[in-house]
């Protein structure tokens, strides 16, 4: 619609309510007059000659007329400033919306008598916008970090892919060459199922089967996938893990958890360190620690590690891609646990998970 045709349907729209408020008080002003004038003469005895009553009926369409007029523009005024403008400002940050500006706020409005269901809308409209900021940050954020994690393997395995092709190469290098793109590869490979793992845990495509277990004999079990590891770097690996301790959860969901909490502790200790495990039952609730002397991490750090693609390390000497403790945290959600960190830099790292036992678990 043109500014034009606009203008001319907001007074075709005024003159309709005016009209409407005339019909409306010539009504009600001709039943009264009527009412009064035969009380009138039927109390007094007055006979009306018919000058008196044109001059009567010209005055009482005149009052009608302004009347009129002025009951039209009260409520245009009232219109204007209780429902006209606060609607209006609602449009206008709503088309700003879609064209993508989500910083958009709109202020409460004006409100008689206690009617804020204007205000109401606001606060749920602001709301909207800024969950939809976040929801736009994080896009741009996961687009960012994905780009730069695909592209790092991508680089590694096109440079060694090319000086593997060099004629007369030695056999010594080329093992070298294989190998870097084999780890470039698998840590692509880990990059690309993390991600999904982690769109599904969001967006709640996998649903907690929870089936009571031993969770001692789940821990061990997680450890022993990673005798290796800590064999070849020396690591002393200390566990304390008590007998019977009986859980109700998703038993692959929490492995999840402790692989990744088991290998972030073997990735950052140094040779020669220390990796401790323990299991108590502390009343409702069994607490899992899992402590490093590795190089440990700083409260600014700390704040920030459960969250998509963080890395501490921003060199990327150490291999990962920042998805691991998202994924944590999104399943200690999903099973209705809880999970914290106690950090000091040089010193090593404890992460504390606690889950409902058995008897305290949901059905």
Same mark, same amino acid.
């Given at each position: 619609?043109?500014?034009?045709q606009s ?5 075709l729209? /005024? ?14 002003? *001709?039943?009264c007059?009527l009412?009064?004038?035969?009380t009138? !003469?039927?109390?007094m ?14 005055l ?37 919306i879609? !064209?993508g $500006?989500f910083?958009v ?5 004006f409100t ?13 409209? &602001? ?19 994905? @780009? ?7 680089a590694?395995i096109?440079n060694? %892919? ?7 190469l030695?056999e ?7 190998k870097?793109? *084999? ?5 692509l490979? $880990?990059?690309?199922? &993390? ?8 967006? !709640? ?10 969770l001692?004999? !789940? ?19 200390? *566990? ?5 301790v009986?859980?109700?959860s998703?038993?692959?969901?929490? @492995?999840?958890?402790w692989? &990744? ?18 299991l108590?039952?502390? %009343?409702?609730? /069994?607490?899992?620690?899992?402590s ?10 700390g ?6 693609f ?6 990327? /000497?150490?291999?990962? &891609? ?8 999104r399943?200690?959600d ?5 999970i914290?960190v ?5 010193? %090593?790292?404890?992460?504390?998970? *606690? ?5 305290n %678990?949901?059905?």
């Amino acid at each position: 619609m043109s500014r034009e045709q606009s203008r001319a349907s907001r007074w075709l729209g /005024a003159l309709w309510q005016y009209f409407i408020f005339f019909l409306l008080i010539a009504f009600v002003v *001709t039943c009264c007059m009527l009412l009064f004038l035969k009380t009138l !003469q039927a109390n007094m005895g007055m006979s009306l000659t018919q000058g008196m009553i044109e001059t009567a009926a010209k005055l009482t369409l005149g009052n009608v007329v302004l009347i009129s007029f002025f009951c039209t523009l009260i409520d245009n005024v009232r219109r204007w400033f209780l429902v006209t403008r606060p609607v209006r400002r609602i449009a206008d940050a709503a088309e700003k919306i879609t !064209q993508g $500006d989500f910083s958009v706020r709109i202020e409460p409005v004006f409100t008689v008598g206690g009617q804020d269901g204007f205000n109401t809308i606001i606060h749920s409209f &602001n709301r909207m916008a800024e969950e939809l900021s976040g929801i736009e940050t994080l896009r741009t954020d996961f687009i960012s970090n994905v @780009s730069h994690e695909l592209k790092t393997p991508l680089a590694i395995i096109q440079n060694y %892919g090319t000086m593997l092709q060099q004629p007369g190469l030695a056999e010594e290098e080329r093992q070298e060459y294989a190998k870097a793109v *084999t780890d470039a590869s698998r840590r692509l490979a $880990d990059l690309i199922t &993390n991600i999904l793992k982690l769109n599904k845990l969001e967006n !709640q495509q996998i649903y907690p089967e929870r089936e009571i277990y031993d969770l001692g004999e !789940q821990l061990c079990e997680c450890l022993l996938s990673f005798e290796d590891l800590w064999e070849e770097r020396n690591i002393e690996l200390i *566990t304390d893990i008590a007998e019977d301790v009986i859980v109700k959860s998703d038993r692959s969901l929490l @492995s999840l958890v402790w692989n &990744n909490l088991f290998s972030n502790a073997l990735k950052f200790t140094s040779t020669d360190g220390r990796v401790s495990v323990s299991l108590k039952a502390d %009343g409702a609730f /069994a607490v899992v620690q899992i402590s490093d002397t590795g190089c440990g991490i700083s409260p600014e750090v700390g704040a920030h590690i459960f969250e998509k693609f963080y890395q501490g390390d921003t060199s990327h /000497a150490t291999q990962g &891609n920042g998805l691991g403790l998202a994924l944590v945290k999104r399943v200690m959600d999903i099973v209705d646990g809880d999970i914290s960190v106690n950090s000091e830099v040089g010193k %090593g790292s404890i992460f504390t998970v *606690t889950i409902r036992s058995a008897e305290n %678990g949901a059905s």
